[in-house]
DNA sequence: GTCTATATATCGATAGAC
DNA sequence: GTCTATCGATATATAGAC
């Protein structure tokens, strides 16, 4: 049977919250196992390249326990994306929070460069999965993710916006063109980075340094 | 039987080049039919999107009947790869050399740039395969593949190096992150790019405009 | 909740007729 | 050269024992 979702599963009215939250704390972490487990795998072997006996062998489970969890590969790999653009967008969200209410916008604008691009790179693998699943997966999955995506694109659409408004970056270039070409440059990285060459601050230092102020001499 | 390749499997001794050439023509230009669907299904749907029956169905042939023209998908997959890399690379050089040789290496990079670019873009559906292909392809291929990417890397480390030489661009940034922050933003690009949006030329301008001078005001 | 066993589908690849 | 037919491997998914 497939335990009951929702509201994490507690049931308020209980006599026994101890019983009831432990036995779907036992499911709840199996499932996490799972997740974790698919988030690495689909991050380095992308969406084809990996089985679910992969997942399930990474996870310390046989092939058909993974759809007590899960209804179907289709909804593992949507968890596994939604997770993926949850966790940038809280990483660069906290980031822009504690820069506090008086930070220029070009200021929010670098903080979130460099944050998405640290999170993508070390931080997580969901969203390593999410960034590589999302150029891989069949259509349908595609779409239902674009709503996620949309809600993130919106942060980055505000940021670029009132640094333009703001005067603080050109005004003469396309936003949406900049804005994607930005997430472009990042979401590639994960499929060259090596952490021998050196830190990913320094990388992300770099990518910032090189958008903002350009290749050309400092002037 | 498999027909004889090389030298474009021309009989050099022949009697009747008429009948011999007729016969590897209407070979190649199935064998080429066949690519050119490859290729083309490769760029939208992936490595593991895309079917030997898709391909197949695509180029008017039934499945069994591409293995008279490749062994197998490995060499088929294989060779759209090495197809892209190439048109990439003839693009660029193509480009560069019309630039003559008494162009500035700043005006050079920015014509790789854009030329990498657009061929990406809107010239070749290989060379969107390869990159697709790149990111998915299982490591055996990956490393067949390499020393292709390796020679076209090769002429980037250059057109970097001699504009540095040159104090055309700012020296106190990695060149290798730069070049791959470059080429990750245009591999990307073709994700996201829709024709209605404007012209492919537009958007190349774009980039090359925020990677040289930046995003911050012109001063 | 997890197991074993199996149904079902599909893909890459091969063999042989034409 | 292309076809039809089919083999063998592997994947997702299901059923039922424990």
């Given at each position: 049977m497939r335990p009951r979702r929702g509201v994490a599963g507690v049931?308020?009215?209980?006599q026994q919250p101890d019983a009831s939250q432990r036995a779907s704390a036992k499911s709840d972490l199996t499932r996490q196992r799972v997740l974790d487990a698919a988030a690495q795998i689909f991050a380095r072997r992308g969406f084809s390249g990996t089985t679910l006996s992969d997942i399930a062998k990474a996870a310390g489970l046989k092939t058909g326990s993974l759809?007590?969890?899960?209804?179907?590969?289709?909804?593992?790999?949507?968890?596994?994306?939604?997770?993926g653009v949850r966790q940038v967008a809280e990483s660069v969200e906290a980031a822009l929070a504690a820069l506090g209410p008086e930070a220029r916008p070009i200021e929010r604008l670098r903080t979130a460069v460099e944050q998405h691009l640290l999170c993508l790179l070390e931080r997580s693998d969901y969203a390593r999965a999410n960034t590589k699943l999302s150029s891989e997966v069949p259509p349908h999955l595609r779409s239902l993710h674009a709503a996620n995506e949309e809600i993130y694109g919106a942060l980055w659409k505000d940021l670029l916006a009132q640094?333009?408004?703001?005067?603080?970056?050109?005004s003469d270039l396309?936003?949406?063109?900049?804005?994607?070409?930005?997430?472009?440059?990042?979401?590639?990285a994960p499929?060259?980075?090596?952490?021998?060459?050196?830190?990913?601050?320094?990388?992300?230092?770099?990518?910032?340094?090189?958008?903002?102020?350009?290749?050309?001499?400092?002037?």
């Open positions: 049931s308020e009215t209980s759809y007590y969890h899960f209804a179907s590969r289709e909804d593992l790999v949507a968890e596994v994306m939604a997770r640094a333009a408004a703001a005067g603080e970056i050109r396309s936003l949406s063109a900049v804005r994607m070409l930005m997430l472009g440059a990042m979401a590639w499929e060259w980075y090596r952490p021998e060459a050196g830190p990913a601050r320094d990388l992300a230092r770099t990518f910032s340094e090189m958008t903002f102020a350009g290749l050309l001499p400092l002037r």
